[in-house]
């Protein structure tokens, strides 16, 4: 299991932009890997997801979809979240996590292990 650690995070106003960078520990080309965000009291919820290797195909969650893409680099063991047309109800901490199975990323992701510390992220209005 890799481990990995956000950054990125910052304050925007509303309608900015920003983007997330996810950073394993090792090799990430056969995990597919998901950006997730948690409201204050609220649980971990999915925002996107990109499938292993060549990250083909990727799917996000109603209310993000058309603003934010998510990519991968993996020579540089990294995935991306490019996040645009920020609104005050994208204000979260952002995480991001990896697993060779990408059901596992969409839809049991509440069992993936070694979450990081995530970002924050602020859009004020």
């Known amino acids: 299991q890799v481990q990995l650690v956000e950054s990125g995070g910052g304050s925007v106003q509303t309608g900015g932009s920003l983007t997330l960078s996810c950073v394993a520990s090792?090799?990430?080309?056969?995990?597919?890997a998901g950006w997730f965000r948690q409201f204050p009291g609220k649980e971990r919820g999915f925002v996107a997801s990109i499938s292993r290797y060549s990250g083909g195909s990727t799917y996000y969650a109603d209310s993000v979809k058309g603003r934010f893409t998510v990519s991968r680099f993996n020579s540089k063991n990294t995935v991306y979240l490019q996040m645009n047309n920020l609104k005050p109800e994208d204000t979260a901490v952002y995480y991001c996590?990896?697993?060779?199975?990408?059901?596992?990323?969409?839809?049991?992701?509440?069992?993936?292990?070694?979450w990081g510390l995530g970002t924050q992220v602020t859009v004020s209005s």
């Open positions: 090792g090799a990430i080309d056969a995990y597919a």
């Open positions: 996590n990896a697993d060779p199975k990408l059901h596992n990323i969409i839809d049991d992701f509440r069992n993936l292990r070694s």
